[in-house]
């Protein structure tokens, strides 16, 4: 059963555009929701990550807006970059599972120059 | 610093034939996990480990073995590799509660023939 469901599958927009990536899900027991940012090859790195008593959370061009009431988080990258480009999953966890992350799907971006 | 390790890179199997995968990471992390990425499927979770000789089922575990003998390393085992089990096998570790960063190595993409 996924518990975090991902959306879009893929995006594409021009440089400079904002890609809007959502994400739901439905363990109310959640309380660590990060982004990793995965490029061909490699192996996944966190981007950013917020926890649940805030609702936004910026670093550089990249922000995470959290809505604990529908149970929904998404990223959004300002003034996007070709160098954005990349696969992008969003996931979960909470505390005393290990820190197990629950995955979504995965965003396949594409920054068109 | 290396960071997360993963070795082989590649690996082709027949099928009922064995595997070692072999993860080894040098920041002196407590947590380290398995996971298979699938195609539109995210990662998912096959095993983890919250310390040196332990280790714990994850979502798939199926099929895999593993043992944590020294904290730096986390090895997954197939014993008899199906066709099912192709994938890109990535290691992460980290830190452990309260420091849930994952450093994900670059991964083993096997293929079982």
């Known amino acids: 059963q996924q518990q975090v469901k991902q959306s879009p599958q893929s995006l594409i927009v021009q440089k400079g555009g904002i890609p809007i990536i959502n994400c739901a899900y439905e363990?109310?027991?959640?309380?660590?929701f990060p982004w990793y940012q995965q490029f061909p090859g490699k192996g996944p790195a966190l981007l950013i990550a917020?926890?649940?008593?805030?609702s936004e959370k910026k670093e550089g061009r990249f922000t995470i807006s959290f809505n604990k009431s529908a149970k929904q988080f998404s990223l959004h990258i300002m003034d996007s970059q070709p160098g954005d480009s990349a696969t992008y999953f969003c996931?979960?966890?909470?505390?005393?599972?290990?820190?197990?992350?629950?995955f979504g799907s995965g965003t396949q971006l594409t920054v068109l120059p | 610093n290396a960071g997360v390790t993963q070795t082989p890179k590649f690996r082709v199997l027949k099928t009922g034939q064995s595997m070692t995968l072999l993860c080894a990471q040098d920041?002196?992390?407590?947590?380290m996990y398995w996971y298979r990425q699938d195609p539109g499927m995210g990662l998912r979770l096959i095993h983890y480990?919250?310390?040196?000789?332990?280790?714990a089922k994850g979502e798939v575990p199926d099929g895999y073995n593993v043992s944590r003998l020294k904290k730096q390393n986390f090895l997954l085992g197939l014993e008899s590799a199906a066709p099912s089990q192709t994938s890109v096998y990535f290691c992460?570790?980290?830190?452990?509660?309260?420091?849930?960063?994952?450093?994900f190595g670059s991964g083993t993409q096997l293929s079982v023939l």
């Open positions: 992460a570790s980290s830190y452990g509660e309260g420091n849930e960063k994952l450093f």
């Open positions: 363990n109310t027991a959640f309380d660590y």
């Open positions: 917020i926890r649940p008593d805030v």
């Open positions: 996931a979960a966890s909470f505390s005393g599972s290990a820190r197990q992350l629950t």
């Open positions: 920041m002196n992390h407590e947590y």
């Open positions: 480990s919250v310390g040196e000789g332990t280790t």
